[in-house]
């Protein structure tokens, strides 16, 4: 695991666009990991600054949702997929019926969370997967005490995330209870994984999935066995870890020729 410390947003969001760039350029079918939330917000937004501004073309790019909540209806605001073709795709040039999410809606949600596997699968798999991370340790909707091995499924939200998630809704009573997410074996399965954080209230989940136990109590420490996890945090995020002095001393001496 690479842990950088930045000092803001806009820098850590825009150093996980330099990755998601090089990926893109050298690959332009990539497949992208999509995250939702406040954390990836400055990543979307350089790079539909870099697509106007650049010309980094999305044309050929595919994109797989992390989650999905369910018992929206189609079409809500604040339902994940619509997030991000507000915050994303909408703003670059990527196909619309090269962006899947999670069916949250689906009559059959085990069926659904299996075709969404194969989905990803028969995709060739995700190269780079975009990640935050929960106050509680959660990635995903993976939320503590959730299977290490875990597949696309539905789960039932923490009432800690449910509160942190109240801020994109009229009031706590219209976020819903249960989520398709992304297992943790599925995220695991992705080639890359950017992991952002920006802020104090994130220091203690930070602490304890990089310099923690490996445990299901802290479902972000799995990242910990992931042979590419990038963690980029600023110092409000990092004031917590005890190695932060080595991993600003790694990352200031890192090769050029490493990238992101």
Same mark, same amino acid.
């Given at each position: 695991?690479?842990?950088? &410390?930045?000092? #803001?947003?806009?820098?850590? *969001?825009?150093?996980?666009?330099?990755?998601?760039?090089? @990926?893109?350029?050298?690959?332009?079918?990539?497949?992208? *990991? @999509?995250?939702?939330?406040?954390?990836?917000?400055?990543?979307?937004?350089?790079?539909?600054?870099?697509?106007?501004?650049?010309?980094?073309?999305? #044309?050929?790019? %595919?994109?797989?949702?992390?989650?999905?909540?369910?018992?929206?209806?189609? *079409?809500?605001?604040?339902?994940?997929?619509?997030?991000? %073709?507000?915050?994303?795709?909408?703003?670059?040039?990527?196909?619309?019926?090269?962006?899947?999410?999670?069916?949250?809606?689906?009559?059959?949600?085990?069926?659904?969370?299996?075709?969404?596997?194969?989905? &990803?699968?028969?995709?060739?798999? /995700?190269?780079?997967? &975009?990640?935050?991370?929960?106050?509680?340790?959660?990635?995903?909707?993976?939320?503590?005490?959730?299977?290490?091995?875990?597949?696309?499924?539905?789960?039932?939200?923490?009432?800690?995330?449910?509160?942190?998630?109240?801020?994109?809704?009229?009031?706590?009573?219209?976020?819903?209870?249960?989520?398709?997410?992304?297992?943790?074996?599925? /995220?695991?399965?992705?080639?890359? @994984?950017?992991?952002?954080?920006?802020?104090?209230?994130?220091?203690?989940?930070?602490?304890?999935?990089?310099?923690?136990?490996?445990?299901?109590?802290?479902?972000?420490?799995? @990242?910990?066995?992931?042979?590419?996890?990038?963690?980029? &945090?600023?110092?409000?995020?990092?004031?917590?870890?005890?190695?932060?002095?080595?991993? %600003?001393?790694?990352?200031?001496?890192?090769?050029?020729?490493?990238?992101?």
């Amino acid at each position: 695991m690479e842990v950088i &410390i930045l000092p #803001s947003s806009k820098e850590i *969001g825009a150093l996980a666009a330099d990755a998601i760039e090089a @990926l893109v350029r050298n690959k332009p079918n990539a497949v992208i *990991g @999509l995250a939702t939330g406040s954390s990836p917000l400055p990543i979307y937004d350089e790079l539909a600054r870099r697509h106007d501004d650049e010309g980094l073309n999305f #044309s050929e790019a %595919r994109g797989f949702a992390l989650d999905e909540y369910v018992g929206l209806p189609v *079409g809500h605001y604040e339902s994940y997929r619509e997030v991000i %073709r507000r915050e994303f795709t909408n703003r670059v040039d990527v196909a619309p019926d090269n962006v899947h999410g999670p069916d949250g809606a689906a009559a059959d949600i085990v069926a659904a969370c299996r075709q969404y596997e194969d989905a &990803i699968a028969a995709s060739g798999g /995700i190269d780079l997967q &975009i990640l935050g991370v929960g106050t509680n340790g959660h990635i995903g909707f993976n939320e503590p005490g959730s299977s290490l091995a875990s597949r696309t499924r539905i789960k039932t939200l923490a009432e800690q995330t449910r509160q942190d998630n109240a801020r994109f809704f009229d009031n706590i009573d219209q976020v819903p209870h249960h989520v398709v997410t992304q297992g943790l074996g599925t /995220i695991m399965d992705a080639r890359h @994984l950017v992991l952002v954080a920006y802020g104090e209230g994130k220091a203690d989940a930070v602490r304890d999935f990089v310099e923690g136990p490996v445990a299901a109590a802290c479902p972000a420490s799995i @990242l910990q066995f992931h042979p590419r996890a990038t963690v980029i &945090i600023d110092e409000a995020a990092a004031s917590k870890l005890a190695g932060a002095a080595s991993y %600003r001393n790694a990352y200031s001496n890192k090769p050029v020729w490493q990238g992101v």
